[in-house]
């Protein structure tokens, strides 16, 4: 293949690739370097295709990469930071901080691994993690103890393994650690009015994601760093501190500030320093002549770019990987996203090849190399954190391709097609592919995002600049940086290496706030076994605002305003929660590596955990927004409109958990009431109320770091454990069901309550505020692999898109798989150990979920066009 | 007859409306599925269309049980004769008694939807509606409306003005019949159809008669008569293995294309056999007229398929095609 074979808008392109369409049953899905726009790689095959790269090398490199996020611990960060805290007791936190670091980019263990061409790792092996103990050692250890860390009936997935040395390395550490936490400091903070509704209360909302992590949800200023390089970012830094005058008190800070970034700067070079070592060293003992070159070649770029801007795709692509993976071992916040790969890169792509530096085929290669990478890190989660966020590895590192540019022109390159191509090379569940789409993309992108949804592992996932951009900008974000976005974690819009967003900090289970609303602020199932009943309910008072009961109202409109006052009551003490562990960060865990990173740090002399960078945000989620909306719906419908029943025999019958009210039950559930998701404005409206209420408390309210909240509206896999926290609801739900997620419609196990199909739930969903939810939304599809096959399934499956874009929905992503297949996987893992699927905001390997998850994937609606 | 409703708007016996389907005619389109036919093929996968009348339909399943429920029983004038309950709760809805005078009532009360109604008396308005609120898809896809059934043609007349309507408001028409009615019918749609999909089950007719309770003279009549008129057309044949997938019939419909059509048609599909609709065969009381059949393994089924459509592009030289997710030439 030779790199003219395919450009993006040939024609004659489309006519030979057309035969491909001939016969449904006759697909060549052979791998080629250079793949035409509209290669198909089958429908719903996922993950199960051995040798999917057409390069050897990374065939290779995947038969030694394992399929699961198992690793073991390692000690030696946790050891390292240990020791420079020690070595440093009484000197300004954010100077311990960058002694910690260096003291492991210095010391840690490092490996190249075989074939690779891409190098940096966590200072542990393939799969392995660190331990982070400024955000708790206690825990780490104590599940060590209890066996609840490694392989165990308790712990089936997303298990660490570890050494007795590990486990005794560890517990020496853990009276220095004792008491210095982010969680001891934030619940000194606390009262118990703010933690009584969380989730170390009842659970009405949680805000413990970055009690026990950092905060991570951002990218980098990748285009600062390819111009600066180390050495420039040094130069910055210097300048900047010399400019200090030490008479005035705020200069004083400053100064601490750059003398903490100097540190973890000339740490950084070292460490990429040390990998160059690493090779030529390996070089000398390998008998390989070809395996020797390419160890040299990589020791010569790592040498390069310790501390000048990189030259070639290459050494850009190298630069990222190591800059990035540092990031992690810094901290342990996820969500370390890889921004605008197809923008970034393009000089770099076209540099090559036109010097001939570097073949499209070669650049292909390393792009799959680098992928592998990303999945070969790994973060150690407690045993609770595993059953919301299964199989999650690393987390969140998405990586943008697509959308406008900076002008408002579209940025689609070859970089974009190849980007795409990459995934379904490797077929592992990294990075997290987020393509940009808008009224002006090009049919041929369309077409190749298509095709990767249609294989079925669940990526891409597909955003609109078309509302993101708007959204953006309605939080005070210029208009050449909203353009700019990048896409990170999950499900977040967020603005390149300017941003340090908070984003998915917590979430607010808004179906649970109606419950208290319509109950006078008690819990539904209010009883004496509740840990709080001594000073709650058994001492004559209730968890929440004194809202009036559904037995009382007299009219719809009372039922609304509770749920408004119920929301703000609860908004208040989420904000409150969020703020203390705000401030527990800038105290106890500045970020002097990545603030050397991130644009205006070093030029406001401030760090960038105390909103050092130019946008400064914090965003939390609104969850079980279907199942609030119906729950609305159900009440004024049944009780007001009909009268069918009485207020107080639905909450009766919600206290029963329905038994004793199989007939309203079944009713309840039916297509007689009112649903979301079927393109009906009854419902659709008291959805949008629902989501409303929720962002209209949330929104703009004061954040620690210097900017404001924003909210989301999606619920990842969360909707699962609220559920779980969760009694019976009006909607139709019964105790301890998962609530309705991300901006999807209920599905409860009597049944689903979306029932007309695709376009009835896009014209449902669209009805919603996106663009308000500043934090992102979410809608998950699933579709059996029939509805898709043929080109009029694919083109069918771009109108569906195209559609989704012109209402203004956010964000979409895709399951491909039936039912039968699902069901397959539970009951037979082992033969379907590369099922990927889309969890919600990520895609996972489907035997690695717990069962409650996978059986809340599996309960998703199946759409089907025929 | 054109039926009318009591404002004297026409109307149409619909059963079902079915939105976002890619497999009847180009692009995304809704399809009104009308009541009543004139065959009755072994393999049918909707039943419920098979009756030019409104049905009752029993899902056992969702039932809540006599015990917890029975409000079907107290609304029937009936007191419950044409319904029959098991253990678990309802088992059939049906009128073999002829005691069941499809008052509706007990579907209109059931709470779970295990007693449904199938079929609606829909004014060519309200289909209309229905049909133009996917506009927007049409237009993106190439898309448009299908009428389909059972035999859409039983109702030629609701059917002619529907898609009059419809080509009026821009919107594509496609017509997806048997042909076994008067010419005379077919050609008072034919004026407002953009594309007929039809079916040529067997060429011989004695066969076709036993598969499908009819000879296929008028069929192919209508079909030679169609291409005439110049109108765009596709023919499939459902391939069901041991009834008509035989190689010797296949090349006896590739001869007729060839011959007595010149070729003339959009594209020839071959449809693999599914065993569809049995939930509603369950439903409606009726046993599957396949019985236990069951199809040759699906890959090697499909491998087959794909043998006879080369064969049929190759040596007879039309416009085959393997299952419809093809896109059409038009």
Known sequence: MNNNATCLTSEENVRLNRDTYKYAGLVDTRPQAVEPFDKEWGVGLSGNTPNPSPFERINKILSVTQKTTNGFVSPDRAELVTQAYKEHPGEPQILKCAYGIANVLDNTPIYIYPHELIVGCLGCDKKGAPVHPEFGLNWVVNEMRDGLMDYSDKRTHDYFSYTRETQDRLEALRDFWDGKTIEDYTNAMLTDDVLKGSHAGKGVFFADAYVFCGAGHLGIDYERLFRLGYGGIRRLIKQHMDACDLSKPEDIERHTFYRATLITTDAAIRHILRYAALAEEMASAEPDKQRAGELLKIAAICRHISENPPRTFWEALMLVNLANTMIHIECNGHSISYGRFDQYMYPYYLHDLETGEATREFMQELIENFYIKIWDLNKLRNHILIKTFGNGGIGGPALTVGGIKKDGSDGTNELTFMALDAHAHVRIPCPWLAVRLHAGSPWELKVKTANLIRLGTGEPKIFNDDVAIPSMLSSNVDLFDARDYQVVGCVEPDVSGKSYGWKDCGHMNIARVLELAINDGRCINCASDCPRWERCGGAGGQLGLKTGSLADFTSFEQVLEAYDKQMKYWCDRQVAFLNAVDLAHQALRPLPYLSILMDGCIENGKDVTAGGTKYNFTGPQGVGIGTAGDGLSAIRQLVFDEKRVTGRELLDAIRADWAGYEELYAYVNSDRVHHYGNDDDYADSLTKFAMDTWCKHIERRPNAHGGFFQPGAYSVTVNVAHGQNQWASVDGRRAFEPVSDCMGAVHTKCCSHDVKGPLEILRSVTKLDHARATNGTLLNWKFSPSALAGEAGRDSLIALIEEYIHRKGMHSQFTVASRETLLAAQKDPDNYRDLLVRVAGYSAYFVELNKALQDDIIGRTELSFD | ?330
């Open chain 2, 1 to 330: 007859m054109l039926h009318r409703n009591a404002d004297g708007a026409p109307c149409a016996l619909v059963s079902n409306i079915q939105r976002y389907t890619i497999h009847d005619g180009p692009g995304v389109r809704t399809e009104l599925f009308f009541t009543g036919c004139t065959l009755r093929c072994l393999w049918c996968s909707n039943p419920e269309t098979l009756r030019p009348e409104v049905q009752l339909g029993a899902y056992p399943d969702k039932c809540l049980s006599l015990e917890k429920c029975g409000r079907c029983l107290k609304v029937c004038p009936e007191k419950g004769a044409p319904l029959q309950f098991g253990d678990g709760g309802i088992i059939k809805a049906v009128r073999e008694n002829d005691t069941c005078r499809t008052c509706l009532r007990c579907a209109g009360e059931c709470p779970s939807r295990a007693i449904r109604q199938w079929g609606e008396w829909m004014t060519v308005d309200e289909m209309l509606k229905a049909v133009e609120q996917d506009r927007s898809f049409y237009r993106r896809t190439g898309g448009g409306v299908t009428l389909s059934g059972g035999e859409v043609l039983l109702q030629w007349e609701a059917a002619a003005l529907l898609l009059e309507a419809c080509k009026k408001a821009g919107i594509h028409t496609c017509v997806e019949t048997a042909l076994n009615v008067p010419t005379a019918h077919m050609e008072a749609v034919y004026a407002f159809t953009d594309l007929v999909i039809t079916d040529i089950k067997h060429m011989d007719t004695q066969k076709h008669r036993e598969f499908t309770g009819a000879g296929n003279e008028r069929i192919l009549e209508n079909i030679r008569r169609a291409v005439e008129l110049g109108k765009k057309l596709v023919i499939r044949t459902p391939v069901v293995p041991g009834y008509n997938g035989d190689e010797e019939n296949i090349r006896a419909i590739g001869a007729f294309i060839r011959d007595a059509l010149k070729g003339k048609i959009v594209q020839y599909q071959l449809l693999p056999y599914r065993r569809l609709g049995l939930e509603k065969y369950d439903a409606l009381g009726i046993p599957y007229p396949m019985g236990d059949y069951q199809p040759p393994e699906r890959g090697e089924w499909e491998r087959e398929i794909t043998r006879l459509v080369q064969m049929l592009s190759t040596e007879y030289g039309i416009p085959a095609a393997a299952g419809s997710g093809g896109k059409l030439q038009l």
